[in-house]
């Protein structure tokens, strides 16, 4: 028979988004026996203490703090104390984060626990929501991941000169398609180079991704389109977006309000 602990442990395994796997899981006791991924498994502990061997050393998990098990690294887990332990872990294969780093040496997080703002801040886009990312939005998460892992690991940035006439093409690109889906391999033949170097040079000639600043347009059209007098829905299926509270969502993240509070606020 089942102990008491081990008869309430759950698992929900997100489907992936594209490629990257995401669980959240409650376990009473013990989890699981010594193990390794040849993935990353970065994660956070939601409530109670995740207690785990690693690296020969005991390490304990709190909520507010990020774990990162490195590919490859033997493993286990258990509740630190009677009350159990609730997480999310997402499994990110180490050749999404070289096509990012173009060849660099893997990050590797010592201790496999940071509490460095930066990597919570980054991975936080990958562990939350129920459904999977869009594409464009996935690739600007795993994008900001693969930096704060670098970032916290003490490896310096690649200092190279970005490719303004790409990084132009891929904006242009945006702006002609403003409203309408667009997907990275758009993006790619617009701009005639690869996801990732577009990623890094739009960054560096833009100041934020092409995906941030795709979104921003759309809401910059549907806000001009309720200034104008369209309906919240109305606006929100002109500029793209799935519904009135997939913008209401976007808007309420980019503006801090909502669209209808403002709207309410503009003087005519």
Known sequence: ?????????????????????????????????????????????LAGVQSFQYRRGLRHSLPGGTLVLHPDEAHDGQAGTEAGFHYRMIYVQPALIQDILGGRPLPFIRDGISDDPRLRAASAALLQGDEPLPALAEQDALYDLAQ?????????????????????????????????????????????????????????????????????????????????????????????????SHMTRRHAQAFGMTPARWRGTLRR
């Open 148 to 244: 704060a892992l670098c970032a916290v690991a003490g490896q310096r940035p690649e200092r190279r000169r970005p490719d303004y006439a790409a990084g132009e093409r891929a904006r242009q690109y945006i702006h002609d398609t403003q409203g309408q889906a667009i997907t990275l391999d758009d993006l790619e033949r617009a701009a005639g180079i690869d996801r990732w170097s577009l990623s890094r040079d739009f960054r560096a000639l833009y100041g934020t991704s092409p995906y941030r600043y795709a979104l921003l347009r759309r809401l910059d059209l549907a806000r001009r389109l309720i200034a104008a007098g369209r309906s919240l829905a109305d606006a929100a299926a002109d500029a793209g977006f799935t519904d009135q």
């Open 1 to 45: 028979m089942p102990s008491p602990a081990a008869s309430q442990d759950w698992i929900v395994r997100h489907a992936p988004a594209d490629r990257v796997e995401r669980i959240e899981a409650y376990f009473g006791g013990r989890g699981y026996d010594l193990h390794r991924h040849d993935t990353y498994a970065i994660g956070c502990t």
